[in-house]
T-cell receptor
């Protein structure tokens, strides 16, 4: 079964550093998402992306965050200057919105630890 | 605003039936999803409801009442491997994208 892949699985960084989280969505999917989950808390929506632009973003997705689809397969989330509170599991997801009941397929996540 | 409520924790025994409830108040409604999430893993899709009624899929069923803003996930013949968090998520009609908004999840513990 096709799957969403994310790299790295774990990322440790110093506060103030830039990090790039990488995702390869399922190949025929057109909609891409980033979510995050702080330990013990709920899965929170960050941003959705379609047709090479942001479709929607949450309040969490401030100027420190950016997304990019640099080529036909990768989808990245950049955090410009990490803060301690950015420590979380970051999930990439994709969907094929061919029908209204399209489900999101999630990657296995990148655990980001900001020290 | 969006608000999705689920019980925080539930416990049950192997072989039993458990019902996990979810209530939602959202600015619009375009479908309700249930996902399963094992600790440290990604959420995986279980079910989808957009019309009122019951959707059955093997041991799992999901019910929706749009007028009441209410859904439940029913798990039958519980197995130890069903110990996980169960996430209720709503796609709101008037959101620009197709993002799902998740509740906090219900942690289910199945004991022998």
């Amino acid at each position: 079964e096709p799957e969403v892949t994310q790299t790295p699985s774990h990322q440790v960084t110093q506060m103030g550093q830039e990090v790039i989280l990488r995702c390869v969505p399922i190949s025929n999917h057109l909609y891409f998402y980033w979510y995050r989950q702080i330990l013990g808390q709920k899965v929170e929506f960050l941003v959705s992306f379609y047709n090479n632009e942001i479709s929607e973003k949450s309040e969490i997705f401030d100027d420190q965050f950016s997304v990019e689809r640099p080529d036909g397969s990768n989808f990245t989330l950049k955090i410009r200057s990490t803060k301690l509170e950015d420590s979380a599991m970051y999930f990439c997801a994709s969907s094929d919105r061919s029908a209204n009941n399209e489900k999101l397929f999630f990657g296995s996540g990148t655990q980001l630890s900001v020290l | 605003g969006q608000n999705i409520d689920q019980p925080t924790e539930m416990t049950a025994t192997e072989g039993a039936i458990v019902q996990i409830n979810c209530t939602y108040q959202t600015s619009g409604f375009n479908g309700l999803f249930w996902y399963q999430q094992h600790a440290g893993e990604a959420p995986t899709f279980l079910s989808y409801n957009v019309l009122d009624g019951l959707e059955e899929k093997g041991r799992f069923s999901s019910f929706l009442s749009r007028s009441k803003g209410y859904s439940y996930l029913l798990l039958k013949e519980l197995q130890m491997k069903d110990s996980a968090s169960y996430l209720c998520a709503v796609r709101a009609l008037n959101q620009a994208g197709t993002a799902l908004i998740f509740g906090k999840g219900t942690t289910l513990s199945v004991s022998s």
